[in-house]
């Protein structure tokens, strides 16, 4: 089975929003919700500061706690590559895999299920990329098979330094940003 | 500098998580009070109290029901999907606190009937001679009512328990993260039953005795506090800033003043004196400890929400 993930690089990433859009156009997130957004993390001492411009969705964790923690079994591991999915006639609307998340990546769909980012698998499945990369002006998202070490995203987590976020979480986020 | 900023701005999520409110805290304090009712309960029938016909035993169960039924009216209340409720009962699953919760949910019901039919009211006595029949049996063998004393301990026990293991399983919120966390929701059970069950109880010598209960159990919550605080306190960065929030955060008034000093040490003193015949008993006491009881929930609730991973970034 493939393992999806992403590869971010935080140095062509401008913050343009665009993924955002796109994802919400998408997948017709309702107003008021984002499955993916834009996060500006800033270090230093003025003068000598230093930004991190990030899109950042959903991990896809190879761990995912909000899976583990579903009382109706709604939160799943899809066969496709591994994404983390919900089944919305499954949801109970309890919200446990929302205290679960370490990163607030999900939320309540104004019809009461959990919702979250699925790495558009409507799209993936019929070999095209996610809505988000595919959009992107700067080309600094990839997307693909990390178990591959022929994939692009494996390459170049292979040739660039890179992290995840709150790797300490112990949750094994499938994105990673290139530094 | 070190500041993180993101356009993210989600319902329930941001600035940080508020999915659950007042229906939740009310839902574990119920839990709570009446697992500490099926143990008191469980242990009055195992110890043979209930040949006492004033034994608290024989009404228990009955608020019992009533306020579990109330836990579970709130806990509906905070489903964002309540249509699908009954999903929680097509499945079991195993890694899932709040799935072990929804079944044993399910066992306290059958449980505390069985300690309702040990005296049946009259009326109902008079009423429905195929529920007589089986109190008649329930109450035939020693060996019964002992077996029903201890089901009923054990579902109690399973109960309380569960109230915190449902919060300390979520590793991403660092305030709930402790082993301790059952520990204390179990004893503060206990604590808010025996002072509910001292208030309404109609034998003198079972007052006392649910008295003395109590204080052991206020004794011992207010140690587990202590240990709760010295774990967090020893033990990472975003553990040690989640539980800053209690000790000197913004909740630290309220955590401070509802939950330890009115909700344990000032009822603890005051039962304490009752207890050594140095005032009479009143409901003073007993009437903080249950509050006290509801707001340790409702603050560990609003507070661990506010918990989060991100204080580990900013090293």
Redesign the interface.
Same mark, same amino acid.
């Given at each position: 089975m493939a393992r999806y993930g992403m590869v971010i690089d935080t140095l062509k990433c401008v913050g343009c929003m665009d993924c955002v859009v796109a994802c919400k156009t998408e997948n017709e997130v309702p107003i008021g919700y984002n499955r993916d957004w834009i996060s500006y993390e800033t270090t230093g001492k003025f003068p000598s500061l230093h930004q991190e411009i990030r899109s950042e969705r959903c991990n896809q964790c190879d761990n995912p706690p909000c899976v583990y923690c579903c009382p109706c079994g709604a939160s799943h591991i899809s066969e496709t590559g591994g994404i983390v999915l919900v089944y919305e006639d499954k949801c109970s609307g309890c919200k446990a895999c929302m205290a679960a998340c370490p990163y607030g990546a999900r939320y309540i769909h104004p019809e009461g299920f959990a919702s979250k980012c699925t790495f558009c698998i409507h799209r993936v499945e019929t070999g095209e990329l996610p809505a988000c990369v595919s959009v992107c002006p700067t080309y600094c998202m990839s997307f693909g098979d990390l178990d591959d070490p022929q994939s692009d995203v494996s390459k170049l987590l292979a040739s660039r330094s890179n992290h995840s976020l709150i790797p300490e979480a112990g949750t094994k986020p499938q994105i990673y940003y290139l530094t | 500098?070190?500041? *993180?900023? #993101?356009?993210?701005? #989600? *319902? =329930?999520? /941001?600035p940080h *998580?508020h999915?659950?409110g007042w229906e939740i805290g009310v839902y574990l304090f119920l839990g709570g009070i009446v697992a500490g009712m099926m143990i008191i309960s469980g242990f009055f029938i195992f110890t043979g109290r209930a040949k006492n016909p004033k034994c608290s035993c024989f009404w228990i169960p009955s608020i019992a029901l009533i306020a579990i039924s109330f836990g579970m009216g709130a806990l509906f209340l /905070? *489903?964002?999907?309540?249509l699908?409720?009954w999903?929680?009962y097509?499945?079991f =699953?195993w =890694?899932?606190?709040? &799935?072990w !919760?929804?079944w044993i949910l399910l066992l306290v019901y059958p449980v505390l009937i069985a300690n309702m039919l040990l005296k049946l009211p009259e009326f109902i006595q008079n009423r429905f001679s195929f529920l007589k029949k089986i109190s008649d049996t329930l109450n035939s063998k020693d060996s019964t009512m002992r077996m029903i004393g201890v089901i009923s301990m054990v579902v109690g026990g399973f109960l309380g328990m569960y109230t915190g293991v449902l919060l300390s399983?979520? !590793?991403?919120?660092p305030l709930w993260n402790s082993s301790m966390l059952w520990i204390l929701f179990l004893t503060s059970g206990l604590s808010s039953a025996a002072a509910f069950i001292h208030m309404a109880a109609h034998d003198v010598e079972e007052r006392r005795m649910l008295a003395k209960a109590d204080n052991t159990f206020l004794m011992f919550e207010f140690v587990v506090i202590i240990l709760l605080i010295v774990g967090h306190l020893s033990s /990472?960065l975003v553990h040690i800033e989640s539980i800053k929030m209690l000790i000197s955060g913004a909740y630290a008034p309220v955590f401070w003043v509802f939950v330890v000093g009115f909700g344990i040490l000032i009822p603890l003193i005051i039962q304490l004196a009752a207890v050594n015949n140095k005032i009479r008993y009143t409901a003073i006491a007993p009437v903080m400890v249950i509050i006290g009881g509801l707001i340790l929930r409702l603050v560990i609730v609003s507070a661990g =929400?506010a918990s989060?991973? &991100?204080t &580990?970034?900013f090293k």
């Open positions: - | 500098m070190h500041e *993180l900023v #993101n356009t993210r701005h #989600n *319902l =329930q999520i /941001d *998580l999915i659950w /905070d *489903l964002e999907h309540k699908y409720v999903r929680m097509t499945t =699953q =890694q899932s606190p709040m &799935s !919760g929804a399983a979520f !590793g991403a919120r /990472d =929400q989060n991973w &991100s &580990s970034v």
